[in-house]
Nanobody, 124 residues
């Protein structure tokens, strides 16, 4: 069982930056591939980025490549999503998720555990 808690969301102007954190409970956290998803109002939840258990391999959706960076610190049971050059279309609730299996999975239903989400709002 893994419990996930996100933080770091907020209101930022276009072009600004935020760093989201996701803290996981349990010693097994480091075994899990992690992903970030986001959901805007009246839209489906969409994949943003994923990282493997070691932190070596990452995978991003095209629209965030070069702007977002995903990393993890297994000693702190924490995953970080650094978001630069934010755009209004990045506005959404951001969720972190854990998967006991292959990393880089972009389908939400294939993740085993989810956090409660953190709101990111980018003003134009």
């Amino acid at each position: 069982q893994v419990q996930l808690v996100e933080s770091g969301g907020g209101l930022v102007q276009a072009g600004g930056s935020l760093r989201l954190s996701c803290v996981g409970s349990g010693r097994s956290f480091r075994r899990y591939g992690m992903g970030w998803f986001r959901q805007a109002p009246e839209k489906e939840r969409e994949f943003v980025a994923a990282i493997d258990w070691s932190g070596i391999s990452t995978y991003y959706r095209d629209s965030v490549k070069g702007r977002f960076t995903l990393s993890r610190d297994n000693a702190k049971n924490t995953v970080y999503l650094r978001m630069n050059s934010l755009k209004p279309e990045d506005t959404a609730v951001y969720f972190c998720a854990a998967r006991n299996g292959d990393y880089g999975v972009t389908t939400a239903t294939r993740y085993d555990y989810w956090g409660q989400g953190t709101q990111v709002t980018v003003s134009s």
